[in-house]
């Protein structure tokens, strides 16, 4: 039997999907992104008239994905420690991938309670963004 979790402090998902799941002692995050929740912005974006992408600044998006990750995983009773798996999907790997790295080893400076991580790079994301997390973690 599973648990749906909608967090208050999270971004509004942008489809049908709760923010999190928990079964048993584990939660499985939906993809988590850089939205605020009520704002309509996205940190670090710059978008024409027609929503592309003219700009984004990938340091301003890793934090606020972050956060957001923070956000669902205390709604949910857990919390950033507890993390023990994580998709990143970067749009643009060859771009972003050194400058999330070096935030993300800031987020979990002691290599003996880092998450598992995998990184991919994908052609595009639901909405104008450039970094998604998928994360698994214990409660």
């Known amino acids: 039997?599973?648990?749906?979790?909608?967090?208050?402090?999270?971004?509004?998902?942008?489809?049908?999907?709760?923010?999190?799941?928990r079964v048993g002692n584990l939660l499985f995050l939906s993809g988590v992104g850089p939205r605020r929740k009520g704002a309509k912005e996205i940190p670090g974006v710059t978008l024409d008239?027609?929503?592309?992408?003219?700009?984004?600044?990938?340091?301003?998006?890793?934090?606020?994905?972050?956060q957001n990750v923070k956000f669902i995983l205390e709604d949910s009773g857990s919390k950033?420690?507890?993390?023990?798996?994580?998709?990143?999907?970067?749009?643009?790997?060859?771009?972003?991938f050194a400058?999330?790295?070096?935030?993300?080893?800031?987020?979990?400076?002691?290599?003996?309670?880092?998450?598992?991580?995998?990184?991919?790079?994908?052609?595009a994301l639901p909405t104008p963004i450039a970094i998604e997390l998928k994360c698994i973690a214990t409660i």
């Open 80 to 96: 950033w420690e507890n993390l023990i798996d994580i998709t990143v999907y970067l749009t643009n790997m060859k771009r972003d």
């Open 49 to 66: 008239e027609h929503k592309n992408i003219l700009s984004y600044n990938i340091e301003e998006q890793c934090h606020s994905v972050f």
């Open 99 to 123: 400058a999330f790295n070096k935030i993300y080893t800031a987020y979990f400076p002691d290599k003996t309670t880092q998450p598992c991580r995998t990184t991919v790079e994908v052609n």
């Open 1 to 21: 039997m599973s648990e749906k979790i909608i967090s208050e402090k999270a971004p509004d998902p942008v489809g049908a999907y709760p923010h999190a799941r």
